[in-house]
């Protein structure tokens, strides 16, 4: 995989975490797998000069300080669907940045909405397979100890005189 490409999804994951939800992450190097019991999930869809899929997945641990941070609430007062609103509102935000910041700021893109992926098959599905599309970039973080991935699968590949 290409490391400047890993580069920038780690830069921006690690901008939007902190801004957004007040919450800081760490490149975690010697995790190689996901443990799909303890995780939710979100996806979203890309069309633009090159179409894909940008994933996060998150501790179920994690949640509830992420929704709790963006809402200002104590921890325990986040619902499940807030919890959700909070993962998808993260994603979207980091894929509207991502885009970009391999793409240029003058490529447009078409962004669907972020779905949230709860069934452990469903999101081992997304991610081992993800609809025939290639993994372009995986990083691997963790927040508080706990795991926190994103996954960027890309239909074909960058067209030259994007991010090398």
Same mark, same amino acid.
């Given at each position: ?5 890993? &580069? ?51 501790? /179920? ?16 007062? /986040?619902?499940? &669907? ?36 709860? &069934? ?45």
């Amino acid at each position: 995989m290409n490391q400047q490409l890993n &580069d920038v999804l780690f830069s921006v994951a690690e901008e939007t975490l902190e801004k957004l939800a007040f919450m800081f992450v760490a490149k975690d190097y010697d995790r190689n797998d996901i443990d799909y019991e303890s995780i939710v999930a979100a996806s979203i869809l890309f069309t633009g000069p090159f179409s894909g899929r940008l994933i996060l997945t998150i501790s /179920t641990e994690t949640i509830h300080e992420l929704s709790a941070n963006m809402l200002g609430v104590e921890e325990d007062e /986040t619902s499940p &669907d807030q919890q959700d609103d909070a993962l998808k509102e993260t994603l979207n935000v980091i894929c509207g940045n991502i885009l970009p910041a391999i793409a240029g700021k003058e490529a447009v893109f078409n962004i669907s909405a972020p779905m949230i992926i709860n &069934d452990i098959e469903d999101i081992r599905k997304n991610i081992e397979n993800a609809d025939g599309i290639a993994l372009a970039s995986v990083v691997r973080m963790e927040i508080d100890g706990e795991q926190c991935d994103l996954f960027l699968f890309i239909d074909g590949e960058i067209p030259k005189g994007f991010i090398k």
